[in-house]
């Protein structure tokens, strides 16, 4: 198998604009993020709309690819994205893995657990799953929740509770059942990302504001990797604020 890591990288945002860009304790976010993918894999790319990201990466030695400005998801800009590097580089990738570009503390070991995934020649969609150890974060609606099967496929992600724990008291859900939260990294066969993109939005993607169910609706299995690292995400200054506070 080979695996091709691509970082979709976007300058606007609502939240913390220019967030790519931020300087976390003397490199930029992007910087950090490509540094740890490259310790678990050969290929990188950045994937972006923006001129000033393609300068910073390219500064930093970084492979960078320029996309379009009009994706309505990361998933899109990564599909345009490795079509395109297939063709410069005029060689294929198996998987195609999607990191996120505001999590530059993500662990070389979650790559590598999702990678692991596809020791099943059958896996065509994996991601991971970190095991809830703070009762709060069940009912928490921004940390997806997710049940799976024997198999490791997942049967339906959710920002409410599943399973729902019937006769007992919120407090005791964490003693009568395992629950998992959905850690935002994924994987793809590069055939299935180029067909996920061709998808309608689905009813149950619609209701709650997850694409992954899109695909589930449409009958595509995800696999699922237990991770025991969490995802740390940085939505805003004040987020960064808080961790480079520590």
């Known amino acids: 198998m080979k695996f091709i890591g691509i970082i979709p990288s976007r300058y606007a945002s609502t939240r913390f604009p220019g967030k790519p860009l931020a300087n976390i304790n003397g490199k930029t976010m992007i910087e950090r993020v490509y540094e740890q993918a490259k310790k678990a894999l050969e290929y990188v790319y950045v994937a972006t709309d923006n001129t000033k990201i393609a300068d910073e990466v390219k500064r930093f030695g970084g492979k960078v690819v320029m996309t379009s400005e009009n994706h309505q998801s990361g998933t899109d800009r990564l599909a345009e994205a490795i079509d395109i590097i297939q063709n410069e580089r005029n060689e294929n990738f198996d998987v195609v893995i999607n990191i996120q570009g505001d999590e530059p503390f993500i662990q070389p070991e979650q790559i590598e657990e999702i990678k692991s995934c596809f020791d099943n020649e059958k896996t065509e969609i994996a991601t991971l799953v970190k095991k809830i150890d703070k009762a709060d974060d069940i009912f928490d609606e ?34 009568k059942y395992e629950f998992y939260r959905h850690i935002g990294m994924y994987a793809y066969k590069t055939k299935t990302l180029q067909e996920l993109t061709k998808l309608e939005q689905s009813p149950l993607e619609i209701a709650e504001s997850l694409e992954q169910l899109r695909w589930i609706e449409n009958g595509y299995k995800i696999r699922v990797a237990k991770t025991n690292f969490d995802s740390i995400g940085i939505d805003t200054p004040e987020d960064l604020e808080k961790i480079l506070n520590k």
């Open 142 to 175: 921004n940390k997806p929740k997710v049940v799976f099967d024997n198999n490791m496929n997942a049967i339906c992600f959710s920002r409410s509770p599943i399973p729902f724990i019937r006769n007992t008291e919120k407090t005791e859900w964490l003693n």
